[in-house]
């Protein structure tokens, strides 16, 4: 929902909490960074995965799905939010600008639902691995495309309404794009019927469930007990292969936890504000500020993540460069 988050950043209250210019400057410096470290790390681990069949593996695919559904962040995101903070309106008019007004909020959004889903697909996957090594994968390589697909059908229906609440506005001051949700839907079904159970199923549980997943792991694994493994520097080597990718598993996920928490905060206080005018202060609009960013960032640790705790990522990297 980092997109919807943004839809509502632009106008003239917001344009007030941000009008010191070493603000506007840090903040486009700072999404442009984001939007280069984005395109080229994500890029990098899609390309690695493919180019080495070694590493064509459901936890490696799962890690490449998330990976190219970050990239739909800095490429319908930051250029938005770089003009929104310099200019404070939408630029595009006409056909055009009312279908990227549309799809603007609608790849992101799909984009943070496919990647929760892909992080319970790695802590199921990492589960089977570790808890029931000599039985068959809970997710083969087969199913994985099945899977896959499933997380962007999944993500693409839910964000349906996105395709038809965004609307351009025209005022005489400025043109902006805007969540128009009861001139489509009425005042019958208001957009907190939507947005609340939209954040407990979709994200509160699937983390709760991630969270469960890997503290079966962390017993299983602190018990040591493998079976099947005759030799104990077999049994050494094993425990330590899982544990490395258990670590890279638990940072990503922890990292997605850290940087998307702000953003569902901030849309409980909007569906249930503490007072009238708490969202439209400067303080609350600070806090929408930041949890984007920390959104948007997570597009760019990921690929570092992987690089940091997987040897086989910086192997096959600098293979692929010739080192």
Known sequence: MSANLT??????????????????????????????????????IGTVVFKTKSMQRPINFFIVNMAMSDLLFPIFQSPYIVININTGSW????????????????????????????????????????VFPLRSPLIS????????????????????????????VESPERLSCERKWKGTFGESFPFRNYGVPMLVVFWYFPLVLIATLYLAIFLKLKSQNIPGEESA???????????????????I????????????????????????????????????A??????????AINPVICLIFSGNYRRRLKNLLGC
Request: charged share 10%; glycine share 6%; proline share 3%.
């Open 233 to 251: 520097n077999a049994r050494a080597q094993h425990l330590r292969r899982e544990k490395n990718v258990l670590k890279m598993s638990i940072a």
């Open 290 to 299: 930041v949890a984007v960013s920390l959104a948007h960032l997570n597009c």
């Open 7 to 44: 839809a509502t950043m632009n106008g003239t209250q917001t344009s007030n909490c941000f009008n010191h210019e070493a603000k506007i400057i840090g903040m486009s410096i700072f999404h442009c960074l984001i939007f280069v470290v984005s395109l080229i790390g994500n890029i990098t």
């Open 91 to 130: 630029l595009i008019d006409g056909h055009l600008g009312q279908a990227l007004c549309k799809l603007r909020p609608f790849f992101p959004n799909i984009s943070g639902l496919v990647s929760v889903q892909s992080l319970v697909l790695i802590a199921v996957d990492r589960f089977g691995a570790v």
């Open 253 to 288: 996920v922890s990292t997605f936890a850290v940087c998307w928490m702000p953003v569902t905060i901030r849309w409980l206080l909007l569906f249930y504000p503490l007072d009238s005018t708490m969202t439209v202060s400067c303080g609350f609009q600070h806090f929408a």
């Open 141 to 168: 390589s087969k199913q994985c495309r099945f899977f896959i697909l499933a997380t962007w059908i999944i993500g693409t229906v839910v964000h349906i309404p996105d395709l038809l609440t965004f609307k351009l």
